[in-house]
């Protein structure tokens, strides 16, 4: 009780101490070792049953999220790659056929990776569904979005940088009370490629089993971070992204993307764009041209939210990874405010930091401002790095503050976006030495496409307002 009054004064004041740009938490976490969990934890546990299915995760299947993608693996043989599934428990009417392969990586063998495409779904409706043979059988569920509307009510997570630590266990409690239904991840997944040879595969497959509590029973929305690139010329291993690709599905041709790095989903009220911060972006490559052609796409009048996932945040102040990614801010940073982006969502940072409504586009190298101000149209950047792998927390910020970030903490956590209406969404981090549903860091985002007027009447009342960009702030940023 005391202990946490102390700490929110400490918040208050490290607030009062920095002026005019936002806050830098002064919060001190219980950090537990950064190590990953060891093999035969139950956290691993292979489910019980020869041959069962295991590492199971859903993904969506398609444009507008009336079908899902389901992948499993069997250890010892192929078995069935079809999915049965229904609208109550036990009762399987319908199945789909899916396909089943396996790979090599350096002396590793996968097991079988079976995926299976799950279409013409209803909206709205709960669906059971059964994989695997016999006594070995494995039945989960899941419950399709609301359908397309502007108006169509969503909350969704946003996890990155998980890992398979104590830490990311914590996180991924937090995340299953937080009422999310859908989670957006940010890259960077199991850390495997912190480990050599044959446990780089095993790594993999714990990470799979790990997060099967949640990802078998909701889409997690992929996206790929520096640890799923996997270059390994000592062992033979040269091809990026090889573990990650065989394992984890997207949903990409449905959005005419050529690669499963890159693509666009709708979901309820929201267009959400997935992008590689590992693959050519420049102008005139495939993701770059892909990119141009998606937010013509966008019609803002069905789907009002436009949400972007990256991994190497555009603004970051961290010291870690500082400035890794101005060549995509380069890139596509005009396109963000051309398009009033509404939230652009990073991780690869271990830590949280939200920035306010700035954009640095009037910056050429040969002329303009060279500093971020405040722009109207530019999208909110938030950093959420901080699901709790095994390289532990980045807790060294730039001091001062640059005046563009608003708030910044380096804990452990995941964020949540509750998206109301056409207008209004609720966002909340929620850290994990805090209780579950707790919000640390809060606001209400108002849509850059219908929320425009009543964002200026209530400017001064939220944390949006405009930044004023003081003298001493120029010259430090
Ligand atoms: C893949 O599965 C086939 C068929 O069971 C098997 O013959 C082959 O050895 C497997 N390959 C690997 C790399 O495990
Ligand atoms: C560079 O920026 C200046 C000032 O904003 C602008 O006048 C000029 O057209 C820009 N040049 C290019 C090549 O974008
Ligand atoms: C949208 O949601 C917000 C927050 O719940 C609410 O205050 C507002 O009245 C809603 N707008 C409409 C048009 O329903
Ligand atoms: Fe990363």
Redo the contacts with the bound molecule.
């Keep these: 009780m005391w202990c946490r009054l102390l700490l929110s004064l400490s918040v208050l004041f490290s607030f009062v101490h920095h002026g005019t740009a936002g806050v830098t938490s002064d919060y001190t976490r219980s950090v537990w070792p950064s190590v990953d969990i060891p093999l035969e934890n139950e956290a691993f546990a292979v489910p019980k049953g020869s041959n069962a299915p295991q590492q199971v995760h859903i993904t969506q299947g398609d444009y507008d999220g009336k079908a899902v993608i389901v992948s499993w693996v069997t250890p010892d043989e ?1 078995g069935s790659s079809q999915v049965h599934y229904g609208l109550s428990d036990g009762n399987y009417e319908f199945k789909a056929d899916g396909t089943v392969k ?3 990586f350096y002396n590793y ?2 097991g079988y990776i079976h995926e299976c495409l799950v279409d013409g779904l209803e909206y709205n409706t709960k669906y059971f569904y059964k994989i695997g043979d016999g006594d070995s059988a494995r039945k989960f569920w899941f419950q399709t979005p609301p359908k397309i509307d502007p108006d169509s009510s969503y909350k969704f997570g946003i996890i990155g940088d998980l890992g398979q630590t104590f830490n990311s266990l914590s996180t991924i409690e937090h995340y299953k009370q937080s009422g999310g239904e859908t989670v957006l991840f940010v890259g960077d997944l199991s850390y495997a490629d912190r480990y050599q040879y044959h446990d780089v595969g095993v790594r993999w497959d714990t990470w799979g089993r790990f997060v099967e509590q949640v990802a078998a029973y909701q889409p997690w929305i992929w996206s790929a971070g520096n640890h799923e690139i996997e270059y390994f010329p000592y062992m033979g291993e040269v091809i990026p992204f090889r573990s990650y690709l065989q394992r984890y599905p997207t949903p990409y041709l449905a959005s005419k993307s050529s690669s499963p790095l890159w693509y666009a989903i709708r979901r309820a009220s929201a267009h959400i764009i997935v992008l590689s911060s590992y693959s050519p972006f420049v102008k005139y490559t495939p993701q770059w041209r892909w990119l141009a052609e998606e937010f013509k796409r966008v019609d803002r009048k069905k789907t009002p939210w436009l949400i972007v996932l990256m991994h190497a945040p555009i603004y970051n102040s961290n010291a870690a990874h500082f400035m890794e990614g101005e060549s995509m801010r380069v890139a596509f940073e005009s396109w963000f405010v051309k398009y009033k982006v509404d939230v652009v969502f990073a991780g690869h940072v271990h830590a949280y930091e939200r920035s306010y409504r700035i954009s640095n586009i009037h910056y050429n190298v040969s002329s303009g401002d060279p500093y971020p101000i405040p722009d109207k149209s530019a999208p909110v950047y938030i950093t959420v790095g901080d699901g709790g792998n095994q390289e532990g927390l980045a807790g060294t910020f730039r001091d001062p503050q640059p005046d563009y970030s608003a708030f910044r903490e380096a804990s452990y956590g995941h964020s949540t976006l509750e998206i109301k209406n056409r207008t209004h969404a609720l966002y909340h981090w929620n850290r994990n030495d805090d209780g579950k549903r707790v919000a640390t860091d809060s606001f209400v985002l108002y849509n850059q496409y219908w929320g425009t007027s009543r964002r200026r009447r209530n400017l001064r009342k939220n944390h949006l307002s405009s930044v004023v960009l003081n003298k001493k702030g120029r010259e430090q940023l």
């Design positions: 192929p396996n790979y090599t063998k996968s």
